[in-house]
């Protein structure tokens, strides 16, 4: 039977999954770059989070690998090319964290908008700042989306919920399948416009990197919100902390950066409307069994009966 690596942290069902199916199974969460490098060559089959970076210099000591499974949706820590050119299957989990990033997505909304954090900080120092720290609302008011995948159609839904007006872009559909998600139809330029906040939900890749950044920011409604749970380097991290300083918008929350963790000195850091987490969104623990089934079961049926479901590239 093939040999499968988990080289991560990951819900238990998973290597429970590969056991019961009779594949072999080591689970060596924390090994070095150097020390997976070591024993890749043993393994057929290897399952990957965000920390694991697959990289081309892996892909050729993995001599027997025939697959990668993301437990998860980015791929952007795997050098999809150099495994296609050695014929090794990449696969992610697209939608089965989708429900946590979206709840989180909605969270820092209204922890901006209700000043959740600096209300909490000045509370424990002491403060009483109830007339400082009145907010505002997010029903009524217009979200755009940028990106409507799983994710993104499911922060369209609980933002219904709230009362918005959802507006959505995707290169990738057309309007009636936009419309069918819940949001209407609009360009990029339109949603920065138009939109009272505006949240991320691409990949990153070339053509997106830094899709967010001073020209784009200034086309931005004054006042605006901008909401970053997808990936970092999507945003222009020194453009949009001078957006913010200046008032030219009112907030922005990030759970994504583009150096993680970001560096003590980056100047978002230092404002008082810009909250962050370290990349919770899919750290629920509902999310984590999600993911962990979906890639033990994918791999599973790729091993068994060549099933491609969740595959990223082709290699046939
Ligand atoms: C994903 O790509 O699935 C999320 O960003 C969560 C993660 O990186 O684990």
Not at 28 to 43: D, F, K, N, S
Not at 154 to 170: E, I, Q, Y
Not at 181 to 207: M, N, W
Request: charged share 15%; glycine share 10%; hydrophobic share 50%.
């Amino acid at each position: 039977m093939p040999k499968i690596l988990i080289s991560e942290k990951i819900d238990p069902i998973c290597p429970q999954l590969f056991r019961e199916a009779g594949f072999q199974l080591d689970h060596q969460p924390g090994l070095t770059p150097e020390e997976l490098g070591a024993v890749i060559g043993e393994y057929e089959g290897l399952v990957v989070r965000s920390s694991t970076k697959v990289t081309a210099d892996l892909i050729a000591k993995a001599a027997k690998l025939k697959v990668v499974g993301r437990a998860g949706a980015g791929v952007d820590t795997i050098d999809v090319p150099a495994a296609t050119a050695a014929k090794i299957l990449v696969m992610n989990t697209p939608g089965q964290n989708a429900a946590g990033v979206a709840e989180l997505v909605i969270g820092l909304m209204l922890a901006l908008v209700r000043h959740v954090v600096i209300g909490c900080t000045t509370l424990k120092g002491g403060l009483w700042e109830k007339n400082r720290l009145s907010g505002t609302e997010i029903g009524g008011k217009t979200l755009g989306l940028i990106g409507f995948g799983a994710v993104g159609r499911k922060v369209a839904a609980l933002a219904r919920g709230f009362g918005m007006t959802v507006l959505a872009h995707d290169p990738l559909l057309n309007d009636s399948q936009i419309t069918a998600g819940g949001a209407k139809p609009a360009s990029i330029a339109d949603i920065l416009a138009g939109a009272d906040f505006v949240s991320l939900h691409l990949p990153k890749t070339k053509e997106t990197a830094n899709l967010i950044n001073a020209e784009t920011l200034a086309k931005m409604k004054k006042g605006a919100i901008l909401i970053n749970c997808a990936r970092g380097g999507l945003v222009d991290e020194a453009a949009l902390a001078a957006a913010l300083k200046s008032g030219h918008l009112a907030g922005a929350a990030f759970d994504v950066f583009a150096a993680e963790p970001p560096a003590a000195d980056n100047p978002l850091l230092a404002l008082d409307n810009f909250i962050a987490t370290p990349h919770l969104g899919a750290s629920t623990a509902e999310s984590q069994v999600n993911v962990a089934v979906a890639v033990a079961r994918q791999m599973i049926a790729y091993f068994q009966s060549g099933a491609l479901e969740g595959a990223v590239n082709s290699v046939s």
